[in-house]
C-alpha cells in the first residue's frame, strides 16, 4: 500500500511540473531584469509555497512528509 501512495504522490507531483513553468523560466520569458525580476521571483515563490502547502494539506501530510514535500514543491516550481 505504501508503495501504491508514493507512486500517486510521485505522478501527482509530475503532472503539477508539466502544467506550469518554474518562476525562473516564467521571468526569462518576460524578459525581467533586476529589481523587477527579483520582485517576480519573490512573489512566483511565495504563491508556489501557498500552492505546495494547499497540496500537502490536500493529501493529509504531516510532520516530515510535509515539509519534504513542501521543499521540493516550492523548489521545483521557482526552478531551482
Do not use: I, R
Request: net charge positive.
Amino acid at each position: 500500500m505504501m508503495k501504491t501512495l508514493l507512486a500517486a504522490l510521485a505522478l501527482t507531483c509530475l503532472s503539477s511540473l508539466a502544467q506550469a513553468q518554474s518562476c525562473a523560466v516564467q521571468a526569462g520569458d518576460k524578459k525581467l531584469n533586476g529589481a523587477a525580476k527579483t520582485s517576480f521571483l519573490t512573489k512566483c515563490e511565495k504563491d508556489a509555497g501557498a500552492a505546495c502547502d494547499k497540496q500537502a494539506a490536500d493529501k493529509k501530510l504531516a510532520g516530515a512528509a510535509k515539509a519534504s514535500f513542501t521543499k521540493k514543491c516550492v523548489s521545483d516550481a521557482a526552478g531551482t
